[in-house]
């Protein structure tokens, strides 16, 4: 089992609209828990750091549940520009472990 | 952007060969990660340098190994190519304390192909 598990994907949707990637992760000791964006043949940037009494940046919000080991980004209104993979990032002590990603398209 | 460069942006290599890969890390960063991502997958953590010294290693083979120097930059050394050493090679650096040192910044990547 990976240690950070995320939806595959595509996710092909129309603009406008609303979008949720879900992601899970096995070792309880995580400590700290990340959504980054990389756009194609790009390096991964930052989103949005996660916290147990979640957070909201603007159409962006993402939750953690400790107890079931949930990460979740909620896109609201989305935008062509919004197209990219989000990787679910997990930290425990010294490495970054990300999932697999899952590709988002915003479709016109 | 980030702060973060490498260098080169592409390489092509033969199996067997050796490479070594280029970060010169954020202003202010003494800790340098490297990754490798392969194609539809996420970063792999390969090993990280904090003040020239390996800080945690990841489940990659000996022939990868690496360097950091006095000005925090870093090297990424690979000996006997395989063609599965073709991948993304990502470096990122971060502050080793303070509110934001879980925080990784990344380079563009160095992009290797290895026939």
């Known amino acids: 089992r990976k240690e950070v598990e995320q939806d595959p994907g595509p996710f092909n949707v129309p603009e406008g609209a609303t979008v949720a990637f879900n992601c899970t992760y096995s070792n309880s000791a995580s400590q700290s828990f990340f959504w980054y964006r990389q756009d194609c043949r790009k390096e991964p940037k930052l989103l949005m750091s996660v916290y147990s009494s979640g957070n909201e940046d603007g159409r962006f919000t993402a939750q953690l549940n400790r107890a079931s080991q949930y990460i979740s980004l909620l896109i609201r209104d989305s935008k062509l520009s919004d197209s990219a993979t989000y990787l679910c990032?997990?930290?425990?002590?010294?490495?970054?472990?990300f999932g697999k990603g899952t590709r988002l398209s915003v479709i016109a | 952007e980030t702060g973060v460069t490498q260098s080169p942006t592409h390489l092509i290599k033969t199996r067997g060969q050796q490479v070594t890969l280029r970060c010169s890390s954020q202003?202010?960063?003494?800790?340098v990660s490297w990754y490798q991502q392969a194609l539809g997958q996420g970063p792999q953590f390969i090993f990280q340098y904090y003040r020239e010294e390996e800080n945690g290693r990841g489940n990659f083979p000996p022939r990868f190994s690496g360097l950091q120097f006095p000005n925090y930059s870093s090297e990424l050394n690979v000996n006997a190519l395989e063609l599965d050493d073709s991948a993304l090679y990502l470096c990122?650096?971060?502050?080793?304390?303070?509110?934001?040192?879980?925080?990784?910044?990344f380079g563009p990547g160095t992009r290797l192909t290895v026939l």
């Open positions: 990122a650096s971060n502050p080793a304390s303070g509110r934001t040192h879980n925080e990784q910044f």
């Open positions: 990032v997990v930290n425990r002590n010294t490495p970054l472990v």
């Open positions: 202003s202010g960063h003494n800790t």
